[in-house]
């Protein structure tokens, strides 16, 4: 993948790439945004099977409609030259779409559990019901758990995603998630604030259709409160983008 780095200053119209020549700069930049996305929980994008390089290479590379000039004078040759390239452009990216429906996960393979709906077991944890909260939080004992009762509408692979919040200063404890006697594993993140609540997706599990259970339960804290929790959602996996999700079962 190449990147790009202008000197806007200096070239507003962002015709010298600069990152050849300065790829120590390109580096830290890239660990920044990575430092950021994985500090709110970003969800990567997932490969698209339907790449087409060719296509890609036409549209984007020979073409790059970014460096022409566009005219206000609709009459001007100015305009007309900037409009003659684009016409093949233009029915080439609608042909591109064609037939194309969007890729979105089912609300119907989808199981929320919230934090509302949470059995809460222990001396702290307890259901914070503020708006601005809508948590299971006072999490200062690690020995308080939480659990909810789920029905599996059918059998097949879910992914399970925790939303969660952690004050600073307070990553870093371990909890166990059991979805009846399997379990999966998260090292809670700091997210800078218990209700700057993000979304992690912890991996996946087999589950049969009806009846289950799962558990929240602490195995470590590392500092004053182990984590603040809005919801749990499990997702099948023939709903979603398998590529999207890895799994830490153990």
Known sequence: MGFELYNLDADPSESSNLAAEQRE???????????????????????????????????????????LVPSTNFLSTNFLNTAEPLRPWRQAMDKAVVGAKPRVTDPNKEIRLQASQASVHGEKLRYEPETYKNVLGYWTNPDDWAGWNLIVPETGEY??????????????????????????????????????????????????????????RPRSKANVAVMDIRRIVLRRMDSIDKDESSTNKK
């Open 159 to 216: 992914e399970i995603e925790i939303y969660y919040g952690c004050g600073s200063g307070n990553g870093g404890s371990k909890i166990e998630v059991l979805v009846d006697s399997e379990s999966l594993f998260l090292k809670v993140r700091d997210t800078g604030h218990f209700q700057n609540i993000i979304g992690e997706r912890l991996g996946t599990l087999k589950l049969s259709k009806g009846e289950h259970t799962l558990e929240v």
């Open 25 to 67: 700069r390109v580096q830290a930049m890239l660990q920044k945004l990575r430092d950021w996305r994985y500090s709110i929980g970003a969800q990567e994008c997932s490969i698209n099977e339907d790449f087409d390089s060719e296509s890609h290479r036409r549209l984007y590379i020979d073409l790059d409609v970014s460096k």
